[in-house]
């Protein structure tokens, strides 16, 4: 990726005011935003540093006064993301020691980033596999191995007391849950009939109490 310099697009008067308000760190966070808006509706490997410089009203020269690549850029989009759902999972699994309690509470949890980090669920979910390649996106295999083993261990540990059926696969169970999560954010709107509160609420309903009624109709095939 090469530096594009006096190429931006942008007015006098905007970029103007895009690089002499507010403090260093503000900036930057408002870059990031910026960028992570266009890597989500773009496309990662899609969207030019010049782009997101146009976006911000500066020059793309401009930009590498805070990041020294576009990668630098949506490496902390994820990150921060990524930090904040492990350590909000942790903090559940700390808070109580009975597993419906946490797997709730995770839904919650889960359904509680759609809004703030949408834009990193969605790079997550399209550049997966493109980021995945390269060594300085390691973490995101490590993030994903370890909100898996969270899952997993709590689902277990519901089986193991009772809480939950012992005939389903703990794994294929995360996965399932992981996925209806995430591919929400494709079509869930802020504004609309249900807030992310009431989404993970009817979801918790759906995933603990089922949708038939009556007695079990379904088994395991051996």
């Known amino acids: 990726m090469t530096t594009r310099k006096n190429s931006g697009t942008a007015t006098p008067a905007k970029r103007q005011r895009t690089t002499s308000t507010g403090s260093a760190s503000e900036r930057r966070d408002h870059l990031v935003k910026l960028a992570a808006e266009l890597f989500a509706r773009k496309g990662f490997q899609a969207t030019t540093v010049r782009e997101i410089a146009d976006e911000a009203g500066i020059l793309s020269g401009s930009l590498y006064h805070h990041f020294d690549s576009k990668e630098t850029i949506v490496d902390e989009v994820l990150s921060t993301f990524l930090d904040d759902l492990i350590a909000r999972y942790r903090a559940a699994v700390e808070t109580s020691s009975d597993p419906r309690t946490v797997l709730s509470e995770m839904v919650r949890i889960g359904f509680g980033t759609l809004e703030p980090h949408r834009a990193a669920i969605t790079v997550m979910q399209n ?91 379904t088994q395991r095939k051996g």
């Not at 370890?146 to 540990?157: L, N, R, S």
């Not at 809480?163 to 995360?174: H, S």
């Not at 009939?193 to 109490?209: C, K, M, P």
């Open 127 to 217: 550049d997966w596999n493109y980021l995945r390649q390269f060594e300085r996106f390691n973490y995101l295999v490590k993030a994903e191995d370890e909100v898996e083993q969270i899952w997993v261990t709590q689902i277990k540990a519901g089986q193991a007391v009772g809480q939950f059926r012992a005939d389903v696969d703990p794994k294929l169970t995360y996965r399932m849950i992981r996925d209806t999560i995430w591919v929400a954010v494709r079509w869930f709107r802020p504004g609309g009939r249900l807030n992310t509160g009431g989404l993970a609420e009817h979801y918790i309903t759906v995933l603990f109490d089922g949708l038939a009624t009556g007695e079990r109709t």
